[in-house]
T-cell receptor
Framework: KAGVTQTPRYLIKTRGQQVTLSCSPI?????VSWYQQTPGQGLQFLFE???????NKGNFPGRFSGRQFSNSRSEMNVSTLELGDSALYLC????????????FGPGTRLTVT | GENVEQHPSTLSVQEGDSAVIKCTYS??????FPWYKQELGKGPQLIID?????GEKKDQRIAVTLNKTAKHFSLHITETQPEDSAVYFC????????????FGTGTKLQVIP
């Protein structure tokens, strides 16, 4: 069974631009969560989607948004990029709603210059 | 909000020795406690988890213990091998009406051959 896939794996953007990251969960998994990982702040929860609805949201500004499609694939968008948005963005999937038994993808390394 | 403290931040052990990593949490509503292993350039991998109705769980060389009264849980790795070298994270998802998950700050484990 294929794992969680994320595209692209690496991305370089300029301040003020926007970016869209994509995540395909494990086949059959219906919940997708997004995380930001930085050396300074560690792993931080962004939001969780289930059945195309955002169920939970972490403490991030409104510039961070996401959505989930009917096939459970998810995208997250960051608008008006700031230097501090440089991070590894991780997607995790789980079978059902909730944050139990999550399986992470390899991440997208975003660099904002 | 939930606070998860993880110790130690770095740990070096000789191959074959045991390693223990401990996490404490603050939210009594937490009822699921996973441990993740993150190797360089990869996303976190779920290696073992425990639920609040169980005191200990073992899977080959790794085990997790939970002390709900003291609000701490620990990862035990026995007979360590060089491939165990990685960063390990604990997490304490909060169940209930508003779900979020807080990760520990990570422990960099180095197994010296």
């Amino acid at each position: 069974k294929a794992g969680v896939t994320q595209t692209p794996r690496y991305l370089i953007k300029t301040r003020g631009q926007q970016v869209t990251l994509s995540c395909s969960p494990i086949s059959g998994h219906r919940s997708v969560s997004w995380y930001q990982q930085t050396p300074g702040q560690g792993l931080q929860f962004l939001f969780e989607y289930f059945s195309e609805t955002q169920r939970n949201k972490g403490n991030f500004p409104g510039r961070f948004s996401g959505r989930q499609f009917s096939n459970s694939r998810s995208e997250m968008n960051v608008s008006t990029l700031e230097l501090g948005d440089s991070a590894l963005y991780l997607c995790a999937s789980s079978l059902e709603a909730g944050l139990d038994e999550q399986y992470f993808g390899p991440g997208t390394r975003l660099t904002v210059t | 909000g939930e606070n998860v403290e993880q110790h130690p931040s770095t740990l070096s052990v000789q191959e074959g020795d045991s390693a223990v990593i401990k996490c404490t949490y603050s939210d009594s509503a937490s009822n699921y406690f996973p441990w993740y292993k993150q190797e360089l350039g990869k996303g976190p991998q779920l290696i073992i988890d425990i639920r609040s109705n169980v005191g200990e769980k073992k899977d080959q060389r790794i085990a997790v213990t939970l002390n709900k009264t003291a609000k701490h849980f620990s990862l035990h790795i026995t007979e360590t091998q060089p491939e165990d070298s990685a960063v390990y994270f604990c997490a304490a998802p909060r169940s209930g009406g508003y779900q979020k998950v807080t990760f520990g700050t990570g422990t960099k484990l180095q197994v010296i051959p």
